[in-house]
């Protein structure tokens, strides 16, 4: 068992809950996203991470992850309480917003863009 592993078991135990959290080397190794596509139905919500790469037309779906609509609100609440804690710890967080409603970044990366 990891260090990790341990103190997570240790504080779940302190907290009368133990979960065993298994991470393999492959899902460690983590994904590149730098787009998500979110949907919703009404049991569920579905994000798609993507990756777009410079002068490439295509991006690729790297990972997709469905959950119930009260997961979906709890990871919302824990992302916004972990962004809370890296700004106090780094500093706000710029992100700069782009007129008419698109996406929040270029899709060309300042690349060639497709001409027809």
Request: glycine share 8%; net charge negative.
């Amino acid at each position: 068992m990891s260090d990790n592993q341990q103190n997570n078991n240790n504080n779940n135990s302190e907290q009368g809950n133990q979960l065993n959290i298994n991470l393999s080397q492959e899902v460690a190794q983590g994904i590149y996203s730098n787009l998500a596509i979110i949907n919703h139905s009404s049991s569920e919500f579905i994000l798609d991470y993507v990756r777009v790469m410079p002068g490439v037309p295509q991006a690729e779906v790297k990972s997709r992850v469905i959950m119930t609509p009260e997961h979906a609100k709890r990871f919302l609440n824990a992302l916004k309480d972990n962004i809370d804690k890296y700004e106090q710890a780094y500093g706000e967080i710029d992100v700069k917003k782009q007129g008419g409603g698109g996406p929040d970044m270029p899709l060309n990366f300042g690349g060639p863009t497709a001409q027809a």
